[in-house]
């Protein structure tokens, strides 16, 4: 029913960019919200962007607010991150994730890990000072 897949993670130095992709086969939902989430060892999962399939509107939390850009190609099923200006706390394991419920558009915002039902495996980003 829902498959996802992450790519594009990588090493970058500070202050650099990466974009990370997440080939999302979603079925049988046109109105669901794909999250992104990040995790580093020992701590609780963060999210940090999501997007609104239906129109698209997007939801940030402060600390990548202004430097992330979630966006959505609908033509192949796509939901990018665009991370610019990164920096070393930045480093993480980066997942997408689904909601087939969309409560980030209900409570507009990228709401809790726990609200999404589906995940893929993660991408490994890595920012060096």
């Known amino acids: 029913q829902v498959q996802l897949v992450e790519s594009g993670g990588g090493s970058v130095q500070a202050g650099g960019s990466l974009r990370l992709s997440c080939a999302a086969s979603?079925?049988?939902?046109?109105?669901?919200?794909i999250g992104w989430f990040r995790q580093v060892p020992g701590a609780e999962r963060e999210g940090i962007a999501a997007?609104?399939?239906?129109?698209?509107?997007?939801y940030y939390a402060d600390s990548v607010k202004g430097r992330f850009t979630i966006s959505q190609d609908k033509a192949d099923n796509t939901v990018y991150l665009q991370m610019n200006s990164l920096k070393p706390e930045d480093t993480a394991m980066y997942y997408c994730?689904?909601?087939?419920?969309?409560?980030?558009?209900?409570?507009?915002?990228?709401?809790?890990?726990?609200?999404?039902?589906?995940w893929g495996q993660g991408t490994q980003v890595t920012v060096s000072s």
């Open positions: 997007i609104y399939s239906s129109d698209q509107i997007t």
């Open positions: 994730a689904a909601d087939l419920y969309a409560r980030c558009r209900l409570r507009r915002s990228v709401v809790p890990d726990y609200e999404y039902a589906y």
């Open positions: 979603v079925h049988g939902s046109s109105r669901n919200c």
